[in-house]
């Protein structure tokens, strides 16, 4: 079993729609959880991160966490053109010292 | 400066070749990562550097040979590398080892013929 699953995709949505990308985790000690957003030919980006439960919101995007069922999300809204790539969940355990990736979702927003 | 950049952007080798991935960074990152990533999957984790010393070796195959000159630095070193090896090679940095946030560079493409 993994220990980072991410809903696989393909996404295509219409432009403005409200996007939710998910994983699940096994690890109970992964302590930070980050969304990387990678575009095509490039390299993954830091998107957010999350340290422990709850929410995070910056602009269209919220990371939410929820540690008892072990289930990460983000959330887009007013998808635009723009955030069409791959996004990919990370968990971190500090004390391992490494990250450890999703396979990756990939959105397509259409306008 | 927030900026990882790589060198090659592209790399085509022969199975018999001796070639070399260069990376650098200049924000004062003391931890520096190797990652392989095949198409339309997740980045693995190859090496990792913390204060130029290997901290990390995925148990990767000795045809890989990483090295860090200098904290700015990190090099990976290829030798007689089969096809299967072909992927875009990832270098990232972050502040410290084990740090949430990492720095990628746009990677190099390498195709092993």
């Known amino acids: 079993q993994k220990e980072v699953e991410q809903d696989p995709g393909p996404l295509s949505v219409p432009e403005g729609a409200i996007v939710s990308l998910n994983c699940t985790y096994s690890n109970s000690a992964f302590q930070y959880f980050m969304w990387y957003r990678q575009y095509s030919r490039k390299g993954p980006e830091l998107l957010m991160y999350t340290y422990s439960s709850g929410n995070k919101e910056d602009g269209r995007f919220t990371a939410q966490v929820d540690k008892s069922s072990k289930y990460i999300s983000l959330f887009i809204r007013d998808s635009q053109p723009s955030d069409s790539a791959t996004y990919l969940c990370?968990?971190?355990?500090?004390?391992?010292?490494?990250?450890?990736f999703g396979d990756g979702t990939t959105l397509t927003v259409k306008p | 400066d927030t900026e990882v950049t790589q060198t090659p952007k592209h790399l085509v080798m022969g199975m018999t070749n001796k070639k070399s991935l260069k990376c650098e960074q200049h924000m004062g990152h003391r931890a520096m990562y190797w990652y392989k990533q095949k198409a339309k999957k997740p980045p693995e984790l190859m090496f990792v550097?913390?204060?130029?010393?290997?901290?990390i070796n995925e148990s990767v195959p000795s045809r890989f040979s990483p090295e860090c000159p200098n904290s700015s630095l990190l090099n990976l070193h290829l030798h007689a590398l089969q096809p299967e090896d072909s992927a875009l090679y990832l270098c990232?940095?972050?502040?410290?080892?084990?740090?949430?946030?990492?720095?990628f560079g746009p990677g190099t493409r390498l195709t092993v013929t």
């Open positions: 990232a940095s972050s502040q410290e080892e084990g740090r949430y946030e990492q720095y």
């Open positions: 990370a968990t971190l355990n500090t004390n391992a010292g490494k990250s450890t």
């Open positions: 550097y913390s204060y130029e010393k290997l901290s």
